[in-house]
């Protein structure tokens, strides 16, 4: 690429499938076909969907090669293979392959205290460690960094061309320390599809470039205002808001697009400017957690034939343990392979196949599943009822909507004191072409006009794309893509983001306080100073404090079991005194004792202690 012209490649890294979206020296922007093979077949939508799956077949053979050289390494694909054929594999694995294949990146790097044990083809067993514990050297295998290296050798090559600049979108749940860690991996990885011709020009290399676009929430609201052709001029000012439910998690975005100030030297340059407030999202609400959630419970409702057939299964990290689940759950390769079985029997019920409500309608489901001794049980019989699955469904969706719009009324509540006549609702990923989410918004979204005497002030847009066979177009998936390629520096749109402090840390996203009737009671929330606060009075030694960064929790109905807890204690007891809290930084709390006129002054009875929120 000659210095000056303008060759991209955005990459959505998404929890089931990575998009690549290119636009070339002619301004033109398209999705590109990768990893599905064939060519020459009829183009499908799925094909611009690179399956975020990896298979290990021999993977110290793989990095003794991968680490051989600076550029363009002799790996090969029979020792490590990624996307369409990884993916492929995973529905053909038993037991003894399974543990070789990893469909779980996006998921492993924004989960903490999260361990995955992989064991490749040949037998050679190695452990991940939490993404964040992971080194960045030669010597570690680093899954996303080689997966990007595949992802560049399928951009990078005679038929594409070379490209040296790359865009990157996270969820905004993800902390700016794994997004950046993320962002290094793929560097890395591209960086080794590049040829070495140019890595060694020190002109050309100065121009490689992988960075972090806005977040996915935004990026997919500059996409849908631009498709849906709003052209606010002057002081027209559009309120949005987006709801972008994809296979691992939701991100919630809300902001206001308007007009560039053409008279003022920080926007002259640009067309609109997009700002964004208040970003949240549910972490773990997402069409594969659903999958996995329902699952689970198919597989509790079988508890005693289970048990009687010495089978297993995994506890997704929202569910919880039950009687005599401790026999039940595991971690081992079988329990992962029954569980991932099931998921895959149950996705056309999550994805509402047609025929399905037939098809499920008998009060049973039969597959196949593996023993603690890898014995197969033919067509095992599981109780399934389909009413109870759908209200699973139904209410975990539910749970994310009501926190949608508990984030929408404290953004605008806290942002804006004029009058606001619209909000327009963009619903994002593949998981938002569910019925049941359409008829949520449609509910809450009524049920909240009603509440503000004001009808008819959300206008719910449907996923881009939804009734077009164009490929070309921006669809619910891709439109992430393309709004970072449209937002990227030197572009005409422009992004304020106020979702982050001016030293360019996370915002605080925590609700943090006491417990009522099993209910969460915040006292410190995201917008509130960082200030002592009262918590109670130093008249016990134990106490505790709980947590979420669920929004629901500003309407104290939020169930504890919603939330997590730090259990502390003071060294005295003192009646005069009270214990205080106070958020700090991103994700931390402080506690002190003291009086009231101390606390003023700086001056506390104990030492000040510090916590983690996770």
């Known amino acids: 690429m ?161 490209y040296l600049e790359y865009f990157l979108s996270f969820p905004v749940t993800y902390s700016l320390e794994v997004k950046e860690k993320i962002r290094l991996s793929f560097e890395r990885g591209i960086k080794k599809s590049i040829p070495i011709t140019i890595l060694k020009d020190e002109e050309l290399s100065k121009n490689i470039k992988v960075v972090q676009g806005c977040s996915e929430p935004a990026a997919y609201a500059v996409t849908a205002l631009l498709e849906y052709d709003f052209q606010p001029e002057l002081d027209d000012k559009i309120f949005y808001g987006v709801f972008d439910f994809g296979g691992g998690t939701t991100d919630f975005d809300f902001g206001i697009w308007r007009e560039a100030n053409f008279d003022d030297v920080n926007e002259e340059r640009y067309d609109y400017i997009i700002e964004h407030f208040g970003s949240s999202g549910d972490r773990y609400l997402g069409g594969e957690n659903i999958l996995e959630h329902l699952a689970f419970e198919v597989f509790k409702n079988s508890a005693n034939e289970l048990l009687k057939s010495g089978i297993q299964f995994v506890k997704p990290i929202e569910s919880n343990v039950f009687p005599g689940s401790e026999a039940l759950l595991s971690n081992s390769q079988e329990a992962n392979i029954n569980s991932y079985k099931l998921m895959e029997a ?123 066979s164009d490929h070309y177009k921006p669809n619910g998936k891709t439109g992430v893509a393309y709004g970072i390629i449209k937002t990227k520096a030197g572009g005409r749109i422009k992004v304020i983001n106020h979702n982050t402090k001016n030293n360019n840390l996370d915002r605080f996203k925590y609700y943090i306080g006491k417990v009522r009737k099993d209910k969460l009671v915040p006292i410190i ?67 002190v004792v003291a009086h009231e006129d101390g606390i003023e002054n700086d001056i506390y009875l104990e030492e000040v202690g510090e916590f983690v929120l996770n």
């Open 2 to 162: 000659v210095h000056g012209t303008c060759f991209q490649k955005n990459k959505d890294f998404g929890t089931k499938s990575t998009v690549v979206i290119q636009e070339d020296e002619d301004n033109h922007i398209y999705p590109l076909r990768i990893g599905s093979g064939n060519f020459s077949k009829a183009i499908k939508s799925k094909d611009f969907e690179n399956p975020t799956v990896m298979e290990f077949i021999d993977i110290n053979n793989f990095m003794s090669s991968y680490n051989d050289t600076l550029s363009r390494p002799n790996t090969s694909w029979n020792n490590l293979t990624v996307s369409h054929t990884a993916s492929e594999r995973v529905i053909e694995a038993n037991s003894n392959e399974f543990s070789s294949i990893f469909s779980r990146l996006k998921q492993w790097c924004g989960e903490e205290n999260h361990k995955t044990i992989i064991k490749d083809k040949k037998d050679y067993e190695f452990q991940l460690p939490n993404f964040l514990e992971l080194a960045i050297d030669e010597k570690t295998i680093n899954p996303i960094e080689l997966y990007a290296y595949y992802i560049g050798l399928y951009i990078n090559n005679m038929r594409n061309g070379v």
């Open 346 to 468: 149950l996705r056309p019920i999550w994805e509402r196949h047609d025929g399905y409500d037939k098809e499920y309608s008998n009060g049973s489901l039969k597959v196949n599943l593996l023993d603690i001794k890898s014995k197969q049980h033919t067509q095992f019989e599981l109780t399934l009822d389909l009413e109870t699955v759908e209200k699973l469904i139904y209410n975990r969706i539910e749970q994310g909507v009501i926190s949608f719009f508990e984030a929408l009324k404290n953004v605008f509540h806290n942002n804006f004191s004029y009058n606001i006549d619209t909000i327009n609702i963009f619903l994002a990923g593949n998981s938002s072409k569910s019925k049941v989410v359409k008829s949520l918004f449609k509910k809450y979204s009524d049920h909240i006009s009603n509440d503000m005497d004001k009808k008819d002030v959300f206008k719910i847009f449907n996923p881009l794309g939804e009734d077009s």
């Open 525 to 591: 929330t995201p917008d509130c100073e960082e200030s002592w606060i009262r918590y109670f009075a130093a008249t016990e030694r134990e106490f505790e404090i709980f947590y979420t960064t669920n929004p629901k929790a500003t309407t104290k109905k939020l169930e504890i079991s919603e939330s997590k807890k730090i259990r502390s204690s003071i060294t005295k007891i003192n009646s005069d005194a009270s214990i205080y809290i106070k958020k700090t930084g991103t994700n931390k709390l402080n506690v």
